[in-house]
């Protein structure tokens, strides 16, 4: 079965468990506003699924939390208009600059600005 990657699909549990993160995490990041899940209709709330753009953006947004890049500093980079190429970022930070990169190249990055 192939899938649309921007077609809601894995439940929030299964997502975690792709991810190697907990479900309360990924609704830190959707509460942070890092990530805005699907919402069935089925249920008052609405259960909430992810894409596999959704995961592949997570595991970004993940592998930035490992590098010691803070949830609201990741916020922050993101929404700013600051250019990811200025000095203001050192060279040892490189990696975490390529990875700021993706991300805001990313179809999910598009999706999150506009609101």
Known sequence: MN???SEPFYQISQAAKLL??????????????LIKPYRTKQSKEGKRLFS???IEW??????????????PTIRIL???DYPITHQF??????EIV???KKLKSHCIYSILIED
């Open 3 to 5: 899938l649309n990657p």
């Open 89 to 94: 970022y050192k060279n040892k930070d490189t």
């Open 78 to 80: 993101l929404l700013s």
């Open 98 to 100: 390529n990875m700021l």
């Open 52 to 54: 596999k753009n959704d």
């Open 20 to 33: 190697d993160i907990t479900s309360d995490r990924l609704r830190t990041y959707e509460e942070e506003g």
């Open 58 to 71: 997570l595991s970004m947004i993940r592998d930035l939390i490992k590098l010691g890049v803070s949830i």
